[in-house]
């Protein structure tokens, strides 16, 4: 099993996200010794650009002309971040909620690897399809209050309805989300709620070690 850890917390050890989908890598790992992971630290990466000559690519490819030779050597950052997605069998995101939402490197990760021709396509109607298949995803988020089903603060989560949006375009609607909150409010909510998020993260990784023992 080859696993992408695509990394949205500039926070390194101090990140509770982080902290969450590292007890998730060591269950699976201990479970699945096979698994491969390959880290995407997001505020590590030198990212490329999506402007200029990439985005002059871009906009040829979705009208199915191909791009121009001058910008290839540019679109090859573009198609090496791309490649390194598309290896992967299994995502886990790691992410906190920044103002609702994913931290802006997500954002930028997201733009730069979402294009026509290799993560969807406009079929003969004009309508976009998802190129990714077979994969599963699994997003552990921390947020400093609580969006939790039938809380006040549900309908601001534009965090997991975004990433279940841009992903299941793609392709990649097999996602499970683990989210530790509310983590900000008060020091005895925090723990209960880290360990409780820590439990399910090693439950997943569990389910995930069995479903690749028995493929
Ligand atoms: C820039 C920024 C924006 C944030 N926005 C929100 C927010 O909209 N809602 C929320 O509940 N918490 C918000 N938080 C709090 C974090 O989601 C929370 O502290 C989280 O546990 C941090 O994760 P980490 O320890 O992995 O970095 C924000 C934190 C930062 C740094």
Redo the contacts with the bound molecule.
Sequence with gaps: MKLLHVVA?P?GS?????TISNAFLQQLQSKHPGTQVQTRDLFAADLPPVDGQNMDSKYRLMVGRPIDPGHADSWAHIEALIAEFLEADVYLVTA?????SIPYVLKYYIDAIVQPRYLFAYNEHGVPVGLVHGKKMVLVT????DYSLGSPMNAYDAQESYLRQIFGFVGITDLECIHAQP??LAADTRASALQDATLAACRLADELADAYTVA
């Excluded at 906190?96 to 609702?100: E, G, Q, T, V, Y």
């Excluded at 921390?142 to 209050?145: A, E, L, Q, S, V």
């Design positions: 917390s926070r101090r990140s509770r996200t982080l906190p909620m920044w103002n609702f921390t947020r400093g209050g983590m900000d």
